[in-house]
């Protein structure tokens, strides 16, 4: 069974669309969604945003379903100038910019006690990202569809959405990351606690600075709608 875990409606939207034979439960007070994506068996919820709401989402669906892989699906902030709205970023590490413990001798990002900072995803997930990815280039390319443009590189989370110049020079400096969101890095720290696989996948919805609120409600279920696309060909391949 595959874990499939997304902030918001938007973001679940159109991979609920796909799931067949469905069956809902309520734990954590949080509606886990059973069903298949093609031959895949998958439970879906939708955690709500921020790292609380993701962490008490990952460690239910781990506690009562037991997946064998976690994908975290959704939208970001760009910190690239090479990134553009609906472009797509495949996590290698996440980090939580916001963690701050340095007044007590720690890195930015660093968890105390743990001398980490970042948490890294499973590169066979992340490599299967990025294949299905391909797959769907290559099906747009015969349709003359224009292609996903896809990187993999650090994704940085944050109980903040990101909307000044200033924060966005400290993420990027401090953690070279590459995409912004609220919940990917605590979804990770809860698998790696729990030795269960993921990926994180973020479709670009915004420019994380000044005028991202702008940007965001223009692009949010484009750059959603190319993230869930991914999701589906990776399940099905």
Do not use: W
């Not at 939708?46 to 990952?58: D, L, R, S, W």
């Not at 066979?124 to 280039?137: T, W």
């Amino acid at each position: 069974m595959k874990g499939l875990i997304c902030a918001m409606d938007l973001e679940m939207k159109k991979i609920r669309e796909d799931m067949k034979n469905v069956k809902e439960e309520k734990q954590a007070g949080i509606t886990f969604v059973c069903g298949n994506i093609d031959e895949t068996e998958v439970v879906a919820a939708v955690c709500g945003v921020g790292k609380v709401n993701a962490a008490i989402c990952t460690q239910a669906m781990i506690d009562r379903f037991s997946p064998d892989c976690i994908l975290n699906v959704g939208v970001a902030g760009s910190l690239s100038k090479e990134l553009d709205v609906t472009d797509i970023v495949v996590a290698d590490k996440l980090v939580q910019h916001d963690f701050d413990c340095t007044a007590l001798g720690c890195k930015p990002g660093e968890i105390y006690g743990s001398d980490q900072r970042f948490f890294m995803a499973d590169p066979s997930v992340a490599e299967k990202l990025m294949k299905a990815i391909d797959v769907i280039n290559g099906r747009r390319s015969a349709s003359g569809e224009k292609a996903l443009h896809a990187v993999t590189g650090s994704i940085a989370s944050g109980d903040q959405f990101i909307s000044s110049a200033e924060k966005k020079s400290f993420i990027t400096s401090e953690f070279g990351s590459l995409a912004c969101e609220m919940e990917g890095a605590s979804i990770a720290q809860v698998c790696v606690a729990n030795r269960v696989p993921f990926g994180v996948i973020r479709a670009i919805s915004d420019s994380a600075d000044e005028s991202s609120h702008m940007d965001f409600g223009e692009f949010c279920i484009k750059a959603a709608d190319n993230s869930a696309e991914v999701v589906k060909v990776f399940l099905s391949e």
